[in-house]
């Protein structure tokens, strides 16, 4: 009965908060969208010089050991956790309402950006070297970012209803709050699959593709 009411549940929730998703998901999109254009608006100097570091390291990473994966890992799981408990943050404060929204839109803006110069320096090498490197732990992390941040807005808005709109019936704040910080595990444990993917497949999948 337990395993038959999640499934309802979570799709209640989309359905509910339809609009929602759409909104953050054509935001993240937007942020994509804008990270690639933000290449071409570069001077050849400044793409030169990036592109100078980025082939340093991409020689070195071919001839060295792949870094430690547990390292990559740690570092990954802090990168994002700090990033998505701010979000978190936010959505209790209220007034960061809008900082959540502009948080969603950079990540998208910093995905975007690392597809459009891959692409635009390396041609179709550097279109599938981002695809390796992007794609595996971002396919757990995007959806994690979106639903967070949704989660954190509509948090925002509850509490604010629940502060300016007086109605009848009020519901008590503790149980919002438990449910609130059960999420958030949630989406940790998420960030840890991906951290995972990140540490100990993605680099492989990349010196597979630079030894090409």
Known sequence: M?????P?????????NSSFYIFHTVLLVMGVIFGAIVVNSLSVTQKDDLFYFINEF???FKQSEIAAPKEIFLH???YNSKY?????VLGITMIGLPIILVLLF????????????????MGWKGFFLSFVSVLPQNIV???VFITVAVISVIFSLKMIRKLFVKTIYQPPFAPMLIKYCMFFGLA??????AAFIEGYFTPYLMKGLLSL
């Open 2 to 6: 337990k395993n038959r009411m999640r």
């Open 141 to 143: 992390i995007i959806p």
């Open 8 to 16: 309802n549940f979570l799709v209640n929730h989309i359905e509910q």
């Open 84 to 88: 998505v408990g701010l979000m978190w």
């Open 106 to 121: 950079l990540k998208g803006m910093v995905i975007g950006f690392t597809i459009g110069f891959f692409v635009q320096q």
């Open 58 to 60: 991409f020689t070195q």
């Open 76 to 78: 990954s799981l802090s």
């Open 188 to 193: 940790f444990l998420l960030l840890c699959l």
